[in-house]
């Protein structure tokens, strides 16, 4: 049974416009949230993270959104660019047992940004 | 140079060989993980150490081994690969006695192709 789920495989958008990636999970025993984003033959790269005691964080131009009654995060990329075209990770991490730390991936969701 | 480090970064082998998949990291962390990934399917955890002492199977344990050589080094082996082992291989490295999202730190990845 899937902890984290990225819904859509897919997204495009264009340059200059938001980007919305969504995420959601079902363990209310993830303390923290992750995003990664991942180029082509490269390895996964820590973007941003909230903690489950805040409903938002921002850097730059990401901001996440935690909405824990709905056990539904999102990623807003605004203005979103080329060079954010990538695959992005949705990922919680477990609190509790000897687990305690590691992270659920989600499966992933495709961004694609258009000139 | 890189913080996290992978050998080899490609290999192609042939079912019944035995494989060994090496990670090293200068970012002095006690964590270390390994991960495949296949097209649609996200990162699954195959094994991860808390420290030289200390080795746990992940949800995708069965057909691999780990050794965790030194706090820097971490290797992967297939005993016997088999074809549907083909995939993306990371390593990631994690502090956790520094707090926060604990958030992980990947390897550039090792592509596996079992014939």
């Known amino acids: 049974d899937q902890q984290v789920k990225q819904n859509s495989p897919s997204l495009s958008v264009q340059e200059g416009r938001i980007s919305i990636l969504n995420c959601d999970y079902t363990n209310s025993m993830f303390d923290y949230f992750l995003w990664y984003k991942k180029y082509p033959a490269e390895g996964p790269t820590f973007l941003i993270s909230i903690s489950s005691i805040k409903d938002k964080n921002e850097d730059g131009r990401f901001t996440v959104f935690l909405n824990k009654s709905a056990k539904h995060l999102s990623l807003h990329i605004v203005p979103s660019q080329p060079g954010d075209s990538a695959v992005y990770f949705c990922?919680?991490?477990?609190?509790?047992?000897?687990?305690?730390?590691?992270?659920?991936f989600g499966k992933g969701t495709k961004l694609s940004v258009k000139p | 140079d890189a913080d996290v480090t992978q050998t080899p970064r490609n290999r192609i082998t042939k079912t019944g060989k035995r494989i060994m998949l090496e990670c090293s990291q200068t970012k002095g962390h006690d964590r270390m993980y390994w991960y495949r990934q296949d097209p649609g399917l996200g990162l699954q955890l195959i094994y991860y150490?808390?420290?030289?002492?200390?080795?746990n199977k992940g949800e995708i344990s069965d057909g691999y081994s780990v050794s965790r050589q030194a706090q820097a080094k971490f290797s992967l082996s297939l005993e016997s690969a088999i074809p549907n082992q083909t995939a993306l291989y990371f390593c990631?490295?994690?502090?956790?006695?520094?707090?926060?999202?604990?958030?992980?730190?990947f390897g550039p990845g090792t592509r596996l192709t079992v014939l």
């Open positions: 990922a919680a991490r477990l609190n509790y047992g000897g687990s305690q730390g590691n992270l659920i």
């Open positions: 990631a490295t994690s502090d956790w006695t520094s707090g926060g999202a604990g958030e992980q730190f």
């Open positions: 150490s808390f420290d030289v002492k200390d080795i």
